[in-house]
Antibody, heavy 120, light 112 residues
């Protein structure tokens, strides 16, 4: 059974870089798209960006200038780096796997989420 | 970006009664393949979101048939035929036609 687990620091200082990793188990990281999605406390969901196992990426334009998503297929991991963070980046960050088949836009699999707080 | 607007933002339903949530998009979600790229998610308290419906009306694996989705173009609806206590949480619609994918504000379902 597919499992996704986010890991990384729970506290990041303003202006620094937020780094998270999603570890995939129970299925291959290949042949799928993988997304990051975040949710500020008490608020709604925001899609951050996705990566294909080949390394091809698509980012939310609102974050593109600060964002890098990468994949390490040998470790079955994909990662998020968000630079120059502010308090507005405080959120629960989820990793998710896209649907398989011809329709790849949904997210049937999600990690449990990890809270990242931006504060000095 | 495509803006998604849900209504109502909250509703309280008696168990066994139906519920309906509306989602409107700022642009048509009709793909050239004839499908409307609209999904529904449920986030139960303290949990990650879970996929309920994709492509407007297809139930995800394991989703009870009391959940149904309909609509086309810019207007979509999620219906629960008979609400159960386990259905409480926040429901989100999401457009998947164009990146950035965007979600509605969420509709909080409570049990009376």
């Amino acid at each position: 059974q597919l499992q996704l687990r986010e890991s990384g620091p729970g506290l990041v200082k303003p202006s620094e870089t937020l780094s998270l990793t999603c570890t995939v188990s129970g299925d291959s990281i290949s042949s799928y798209y993988w997304s990051w999605i975040r949710q500020p406390p008490g608020r709604g969901l925001e899609w951050i960006g996705y990566i294909f196992h080949t390394g091809s990426t698509t980012y939310n334009p609102s974050l593109k200038s600060r964002l890098t998503i990468s994949v390490d297929t040998s470790k079955s991991q994909f990662s998020l780096r968000l630079r120059s963070v502010t308090a507005a980046d405080t959120a629960v960050y989820y990793c998710a796997r896209h649907h398989s088949g011809w329709y790849e836009e949904s997210f049937p699999y999600w990690g449990q989420g990890t809270l990242v707080t931006v504060s000095s | 970006d495509i803006v998604m607007t849900q209504s109502p933002l909250s509703l309280a339903v008696t168990p066994g009664e139906p519920a309906s949530i509306s989602c409107r998009s700022s642009q048509r979600l009709l793909h050239r393949n004839g499908y409307n790229y609209l999904d529904w998610y449920l986030q139960k308290p303290g949990q990650s979101p879970q996929l309920l419906i994709y492509l407007t009306s297809t139930r995800a694996s394991g989703v009870p048939d009391r959940f149904s989705g309909s609509g086309s173009g810019t207007d979509f609806t999620l219906k629960i035929s008979r609400v159960e206590a386990e259905d409480v949480g926040v429901y989100y619609c999401m457009q998947a036609l164009d990146t950035p994918y965007t979600f509605g504000q969420g509709t909080k379902l409570e049990i009376k």
